[in-house]
């Protein structure tokens, strides 16, 4: 149970991070423009930040495999899936007027099935 736990906040915690960390490189315009309450509509790098959130749900993923070993390791990748669906939808729905919407519903369709392929890598 607590490897489980750990798995969960290791892999949610490696998301965030690469996430932050890339988006704070990749993506200065587009949170400057949002910062001023200003639609963000550039397709080239939402397509990039898309690309960048499947390879963070991938990793994190992969990571909660690797803490939790055996048939635990999907249960706490759905658990896993499950946290970074609902702070996706929280953070989404934050900025739901400033993103087009095709953006929105792909970020956050893609978070469960990438999490758990990176899992499945894992094992």
């Known amino acids: ?40 509509a550039d397709v080239g790098p939402l397509a ?8 963070c749900s991938l990793v994190a993923g992969f990571t909660c495999a690797k803490i939790v070993p055996g048939k635990p390791g999907l249960g706490a990748a759905a658990a896993l899936s499950a946290s970074l669906l609902a702070t996706g939808i929280l953070v989404q729905s934050g900025v739901w ?6 953006y929105h519903l792909t970020f956050l369709a893609l978070l469960v099935p990438m ?8 094992k």
């Open 1 to 40: 149970m607590v490897r489980a736990i750990v798995g969960v906040v290791a892999g949610y915690v490696v998301w965030s991070v690469l996430w932050v960390g890339a988006g704070m490189v990749l993506f200065t315009e587009a949170a400057a423009k949002m910062g001023r309450g200003e639609m963000y």
């Open 48 to 55: 990039v930040a898309i690309g960048l959130s499947v390879v």
């Open 97 to 102: 007027n400033l993103e087009p919407l095709w």
């Open 115 to 122: 999490t758990l392929v990176g899992a499945r890598l894992g």
